[in-house]
């Protein structure tokens, strides 16, 4: 099962994998340009594959300017 952490929630979840990062992203009802999806020191993009034994964390885009 793969580990996921939402931090903007502090929630952990598990899903069977492998699943493409827009997959998981929709079954968490989540919009894809709201969020970096980071495994390791790496963003994943939306085609990308999560496998079985990863872990990855969710974060909040932030925006802000002067």
Do not use: H, N, W
């Not at 580990?3 to 990062?21: N, R």
């Not at 997959?23 to 980071?38: H, M």
């Not at 496998?51 to 932030?62: A, F, G, L, M, Q």
């Amino acid at each position: 099962m793969m580990k996921i952490y939402i931090s903007q929630s502090e929630k952990t979840c598990e899903f069977q994998g492998p699943k493409q990062v827009k997959a998981i992203l929709k079954d968490l009802d989540i919009i894809p340009e709201t969020v970096l999806v980071i495994r390791g020191d790496g963003l994943l993009t939306e085609d990308e594959m999560v496998s079985d034994r990863d872990s990855i964390e969710i974060r909040p885009v932030i925006s802000g300017g002067v």
